[in-house]
């Protein structure tokens, strides 16, 4: 049981922040990462849909043997964990409750904003859970779309993104937050240009983190003779992947495979 891999997947690349967390972590285990890049953005999509994406990535973890599965997207734990949850035969994290309990710990004002994409702020998931930790504390949440594709594109420096900052969080800091949420795989990214914007009062909570320390408390921390491996997977555009992979991880990911899901294989 020990030796068999961490299970990671996202809706693309953005997952490799919490990747890169995991790895520092356990720098023992093997870990596999299934980036579903064919079917990438699960934001806008609707429930049904992230929902079966979900199943047919985390069976497809499992078959390569992972004993636990982190979410490591934001949108498929905020939809899909409780299902996933209740069908895999092994313990499934999602990243909403640790960032959530993150978040009701570091508030002092007990105002909370959350900012993710669609279908997280949408699904009230992160509100529910801040909500059910302490009932005290008021939840402002606003869904930040465009975020994704300027992470993506590399532009954690640049005017359209700082504009971009101004013109989604402008109104959500008025409610004098002080604890922001980063609840999207790829804003962590941007975090550097998120902060300067919010000022040094508002405390940034980032999934990518709070989920690697509740795998810290299942996981006992093995040591061994071996550096763990790491086996990454994805469904389309290996070479984009591994393009914005080099910028999140600093390095090139040698060995990529492409797989396909979705034709019935994996339900
Ligand atoms: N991985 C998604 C998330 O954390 C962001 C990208 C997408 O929309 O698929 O919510």
């Known amino acids: 049981m020990d030796k068999k ?12 922040t ?4 995991i790895r520092k972590r356990f720098p023992y285990e093997d870990i596999i990462y299934f980036g579903d890049t064919a079917r990438v953005p ?18 497809f973890l499992i078959q390569q043997g992972a004993k636990i599965i982190v979410i490591a997207c934001n949108t498929s734990s905020a939809t899909a964990l409780t299902q996933l949850q209740k069908l895999l035969p092994v313990p499934v994290l999602g990243v909403i409750e640790p960032g959530a309990l993150s978040a009701v710990k570091m508030s002092v004002s007990k105002r909370i904003g959350v900012i993710g994409t669609e279908g997280t702020i949408r699904s009230q998931a992160y509100s529910s ?8 504390c008021i939840v402002f949440s606003k869904p930040c779309p465009l ?3 300027l992470a993506e594109e590399g532009w954690q420096d640049h005017e359209a993104t700082r ?4 013109e989604y969080l402008t109104s959500l800091l008025q409610n004098d937050i002080d604890t922001l949420v980063l609840g999207c795989t790829h804003y962590p990214i941007l975090k550097t240009a998120i ?5 040094d009062k508002v405390t940034l909570v980032d999934s990518a983190k709070t989920v690697t320390d509740k795998l810290d408390d299942i996981l006992p921390n093995r040591e061994s003779k071996k550096i763990g491996e790491d086996h990454f997977y994805v469904s389309d555009n290996e070479e984009k992947f591994n393009n914005i992979a080099s910028k999140i991880l600093g390095m090139n990911i040698d060995k990529l495979i492409k797989v396909r899901l979705g034709e019935g294989w994996f339900l």
């Open 5 to 16: 891999p961490i299970g990671i997947f996202d809706s693309g690349v953005g997952g490799l």
């Open 18 to 21: 919490v990747f890169k967390e």
């Open 42 to 59: 699960y934001g806008p999509k609707s429930r049904n849909t992230v929902i079966e994406y979900s199943i047919q990535n985390a069976r």
């Open 129 to 136: 859970a801040i909500s059910k930790l302490d009932k005290s």
């Open 147 to 149: 975020f994704v594709p």
């Open 163 to 166: 504009l971009t900052i101004k």
């Open 195 to 199: 902060q300067q914007f919010a000022g």
